[in-house]
């Protein structure tokens, strides 16, 4: 193993908090990995980890050793990417919610893996808050205003939002011509992942976001629970348009106040302030500009 691949390694380690962890993510035996790091530490004539049953850090000196391994392999790595010839390769690990994947990503996912062969991916589905780096996770999508973060993030796309209801629900509660109506209507209460909070309905009017909560019957926590309900016929929801197009084309679902429409809700790329973008990563997030560009049929939007 030669010195880069010996920091690859670490740094690897230290963002794991595990040799095991890290021996996997490289295709590495972990006896590999042990003696590579006991040979480094050997050579440098310090300590850099600090081992426990639980769980393995870097000493000082191993943070400072990280920060100077994770500038030099990110500019060896930028050097490689500036041949032409030179095509991203390794296990590219990014999280991001099922049914947004599953629209927009996974149908596009063959061409990209066909553009870029040394590529492995590994998708996680989920809505929760990821430590990028100590699960070893690239990059995550994610939908919705972002809060303070180490990350980074990018937007790339804006998606456009609906409120909707069932035929059966509209009949029984009447439909409303303003949000000034919606009294005596319920919604089905979706609740904040960050917070565990009821997240209020929104209209634009005169310019202006008017926040509106309803009392709900039932409350979730996953947009698909939210859209059966509705279907249901259980109440008022507000979802991304694409989540439900199909429903309001086949007439499973009405739009209700469509002249007082949700804010739009942004799409973001998060990645680690720690690093700079690896040639995978960056590849990878180009290409999500491009599929998400071409859905403007489905409620996207520039951002």
Not at 113 to 128: C, F, Q, S, V
Not at 273 to 300: A, C, K, N, Y
């Amino acid at each position: 193993m030669d010195r880069f691949e010996t920091m690859r390694l670490f740094v690897r380690i230290v963002e794991r908090r595990s040799f095991t962890l890290a021996a996997s993510d490289l295709n590495l035996p972990r006896s590999t990995a042990t003696q590579a790091i006991k040979r480094l530490e050997t050579r440098l004539g310090v300590r850099l980890l600090q081992r426990t049953t639980r769980q393995v850090s870097p000493t000082l000196d191993g943070e400072a050793y990280h920060r100077r391994c994770v500038t030099i392999l990110s500019d060896v790595e930028d050097a490689e990417a500036a041949f032409v010839d030179a095509r991203p390769t390794g296990l590219l690990r990014v999280d991001m919610h099922g049914i947004l994947a599953r629209t927009f990503v996974l149908p596009a996912l063959p061409d990209f893996l066909a553009l870029y062969p040394g590529l492995r991916m590994h998708i996680g589905e989920g809505d929760r808050w990821v430590d990028l780096v100590r699960e070893g996770v690239d990059c995550v999508l994610r939908v919705g205003e972002l809060g303070d973060s180490t990350m980074v993030a990018r937007r790339i796309a804006m998606l456009e939002e609906v409120t909707c209801a069932s035929p059966a629900y509209v009949e029984r509660h009447g439909q409303p011509s303003s949000p000034d109506d919606l009294q005596g209507h319920q919604a089905i209460g979706f609740l904040s992942s960050a917070t565990g909070a009821m997240i209020p309905l929104e209209f634009m009017v005169d310019g202006e976001v008017r926040y509106v909560t309803l009392p709900s019957t039932v409350t979730v926590t996953g947009a698909e629970t939210n859209t059966d309900l509705a279907l249901l016929g259980l109440g008022i929801v507000q979802v991304p348009l694409y989540h439900v197009a199909g429903y309001l084309a086949e007439g499973r679902l009405m739009r209700l106040l469509p002249d007082y429409p949700p804010t739009p809700s942004p799409v973001s790329v998060l990645y680690p302030h720690s690093r700079q973008l690896s040639p995978r990563v960056r590849v990878f997030i180009d290409w999500l500009v491009s599929v998400f560009d071409t859905s403007e049929e489905q409620g996207v939007r520039p951002p």
